[in-house]
Structures are given as structure tokens and as C-alpha cells.
């Protein structure tokens, strides 16, 4: 990921909301969101912070994110966008449900795939790696390892928050998916990852590259 004139950017705007409590915490959850998107989002991407952007006033709460194809010679405009929404729900009648949401713009994104001659023969969707959330600062850890297989070509996903075990694994099974991944204290300091074959229930200890020759094998 390349992140374009960043840093000066947020320099500007804590010296320009100094006095601004709000502004300051705004500042700090934007770095957060940009440091998150540093571990995790591909080398290809190229993440720029606009401070012009403006999305859904009334009911976006926090960051919003519009996506372009950096593609040359294809759609300039935006094909997804979306944002940090804390009670939007709240008008369907469920109060205190917060969230983030994204739209995408079917017609643009198959304007630029087929200006890019990017339509594949065949894809298939379904999660291959099911990273097990055991809590904040190994669902960050693992975040590095999603990148990694995804840009291996296999499809992962992490479960977006601690819930306990027996759902998660409920998660995976419901869906089919035919390894979990568990990363907890002792395999962040052995550099391992507990790797569980749904299907034929045996359990191991791998590397990231291992763990990629065994999925794409």
C-alpha cells in the first residue's frame, strides 16, 4: 500500500484544530483507521487522505472512504463508498447498533473490469482461512497475516469481534469453511498458527508458508 502526502496533511490538521477537542480525537481515529489499513490492505492500493471528501452528514458518525480505480485509462470516478455509522439502525427501529457500511457501484465496477479485460473464467467466493478472534491485540496480529494469504490467492477472512469460541467455530462450520486459523499469546511469540482441517478434524502448528502450501496444495 502507498500512502500520497499523508503525514503533512495530518500535521496541518492538528495544528489547525489544536484547540479543538473534537477535532482531536477526530484526528486520532483517522490515524488509527490509517494505521489499521497499513497491516492489512495490498501493496497494489494506494490510500490517500482527502480532506475535501464529504459523505452522508446525517448519519455517518465517524471515517468515511470512497474507493477509485487506479487502473490507467479506465472509470476516474468512484465505484464504492461508504463510512462509520454509530445509530443509523436506529430509524428501522434498532436502537444502539453501530457499524460500518459500503455501497458499490455494480455498473461502474463493471465498466472498469471490462475496460481492464479483468473478468476471470471462473471465481469462486467462499472463505478458504477462518482467522478465530480471541481479542484486540491478536485479531491486530493477525491482521498481517490475512493480507499475506489473501495476496497468495486464497480467500480469508478474521471474525470481526471477540464472541466466544463455540460461535465462532459454529461460524465456520455453518459456512463451510474448511480451515480455522487460532493465533493466540503462545503463537505470536512462537511466530506459529494453530491450524484446525474442519473437514478432517486434524490439528497442526504451521507457518504462514506452510499454511498457504497446504490450502493451495
Do not use: H, W
Amino acid at each position: 500500500m502507498r500512502f500520497t502526502e499523508t503525514q503533512p496533511k495530518l500535521e496541518f490538521l492538528k495544528t489547525y484544530l489544536s484547540i479543538s477537542e473534537i477535532g482531536q480525537k477526530g484526528i486520532a481515529e483517522v490515524s488509527e483507521v490509517l494505521e489499521t489499513a497499513q497491516k492489512l490492505i495490498s501493496n497494489k492500493t494506494v490510500l490517500e487522505l482527502d480532506l475535501t471528501l464529504a459523505r452522508g452528514l446525517n448519519y455517518y458518525t465517524g471515517a468515511i472512504f470512497e474507493v477509485r480505480s487506479n487502473i490507467e485509462g479506465t472509470l476516474s470516478s468512484s465505484i464504492s463508498g461508504g463510512g462509520r455509522y454509530d445509530d443509523l439502525t436506529g430509524i428501522f427501529g434498532m436502537k444502539d447498533v453501530s457499524g460500518v457500511g459500503i455501497s458499490f457501484g455494480a455498473d461502474r465496477i463493471y465498466d472498469v473490469l471490462q475496460e481492464a479485460n479483468l473478468f476471470p473464467e471462473f471465481t469462486s467466493d467462499s472463505t478458504q482461512v477462518f482467522f478465530v478472534n480471541f481479542g484486540t491485540e491478536e485479531a491486530n496480529y493477525c491482521l498481517s497475516l490475512v493480507k499475506q494469504l489473501r495476496e497468495a490467492g486464497i480467500n480469508t477472512e478474521l471474525y470481526p469481534d471477540k464472541a466466544k469460541m463455540q460461535k465462532q467455530m459454529t461460524y465456520a462450520n455453518n459456512n463451510s469453511i474448511p480451515f480455522v486459523a487460532m493465533v493466540g499469546t503462545q503463537e505470536m511469540e512462537s511466530g506459529k498458527i494453530g491450524v484446525k482441517n474442519m473437514v478432517t478434524g486434524e490439528q497442526s502448528s504451521l507457518s504462514v508458508s506452510e499454511l498457504i502450501a497446504l490450502v493451495n496444495g
